[in-house]
């Protein structure tokens, strides 16, 4: 990086800032010298140094997560989840990822769960109901908080989509993103879990 960012820049913004600066010329310069993968690469490292720059200064609520491999996820789900047992039957668990970033607990995913901006969009029959809201708070957590340990429940049983929360500790939560609250299996009709295919 040297000649390309003045050091008296680096050195009045502090070392995390500077990071994130350095990271962020990375992956333009290897852009545009036609480097696609390695400036993907510098996208990836620059998106974790800000998430953990604004966690840091409390500015956004992203949670610490660990990486975990699909076994471990799936061995969880299978502890928590009554009638799931790697089976198709009555449960569906589809695995999409081969490594999990995993909330580190609970308490990490307060802030997070209450910055749930779906809760206040309106519920429009087909167009953007129960599942739309469960993939969006998905994709959310995944884009902002950097974990894909949030799935999708489709609750064929309930007639209702929502989601899970799987946390590092072997923890899990059950979301409901249109209320943006935690929820418990058998809470009324929607929540049964009598037969369900879970998107993770």
């Known amino acids: 990086m040297s000649g390309v960012i003045p050091p008296e820049l680096l050195a009045y913004l502090g070392p995390e800032v ?12 290897a852009y545009k010298g036609g480097k696609k993968k390695e400036a ?7 998106e974790n140094n800000i998430r953990s720059y604004l966690r840091d200064e409390g500015l956004f609520p992203s949670p610490e997560t660990t990486q975990v491999e699909k076994q471990r996820v799936d061995e969880i789900l299978k502890d928590k989840i009554e009638d799931y047992n790697g089976d198709a039957v ?15 607990n609970k308490s990490e995913m307060v802030d997070a769960k209450t910055f749930n901006v779906f ?15 469960a993939s969006a708070y998905k994709t959310f957590a995944a884009f902002l908080w950097g974990t894909n340990g949030v799935a999708t429940v ?3 049983s309930g007639g209702h989509a929502y989601n899970i929360i799987v946390y590092e500790t072997g923890e899990i939560e059950f979301y409901e993103p249109q209320e943006g609250e935690v929820i418990e ?3 009324g009709e929607k929540y049964q879990m009598d037969n369900a295919t879970i998107l993770l």
Do not use: M
């Open 185 to 187: 299996i058998g809470q």
């Open 90 to 104: 009555p449960i569906r668990v589809i695995l999409t990822d081969g490594k999990y970033y995993l909330p580190n």
């Open 40 to 46: 993907q690469k510098h996208i990836v490292e620059l």
């Open 119 to 133: 809760e206040y969009l309106p519920y429009r029959p087909d167009r953007f109901d129960c599942e739309n809201f």
């Open 154 to 156: 489709i609750d064929w």
């Open 18 to 29: 500077a990071a994130i600066v350095i990271t962020a010329v990375s992956a333009l310069l």
